[in-house]
């Protein structure tokens, strides 16, 4: 069984950093690409950043280009996302999430296996 646990979320002013981790456990695809997605209250889910297995490849949504920043450590199958100058409508969980292929990376229904989330609230 897959499991796919985030940390690292918290309080944190405006302008501030959190770095949030997924660690990956269970058998997993051989290679596989990660994303990290977010859900406001009362808004739908939306892609954050992805990370291919190589870490070649990696994309972001315009919201957070140049803010957020994704790496992932294959020896301790867990994946990273740096975020810095933090602003109150980051404020969502955070999810994390798993799928075979780096194709279509920014469409959620494409992703295999999911974790439960992190609370990121970013204050005024």
């Known amino acids: 069984q897959v499991q796919l646990v985030e940390s690292g979320g918290g309080l944190v002013q405006a302008g501030g950093s959190l770095r949030l981790s997924c660690a990956v456990s269970?058998?997993?695809?051989?290679?596989?690409?990660l994303g990290w997605f977010r859900q406001a209250p009362r808004k739908e889910r939306e892609f954050v950043a992805a990370?291919?297995?190589?870490?070649?490849?990696?994309g972001y949504a315009d919201s957070v280009k140049g803010r957020f920043t994704i790496s992932r450590d294959n020896a301790k199958n867990t994946v990273y996302l740096q975020m810095n100058s933090l602003k109150p409508e980051d404020t969502a969980v955070y999810l994390c999430a798993v799928k075979n292929s780096w194709t279509n990376y920014v469409t959620g229904n494409e992703y295999a296996y999911w974790g439960q989330g992190t609370q990121v609230t970013v204050s005024s």
């Open positions: 990370i291919s297995w190589s870490a070649f490849s990696t």
């Open positions: 269970g058998r997993m695809f051989s290679s596989y690409t």
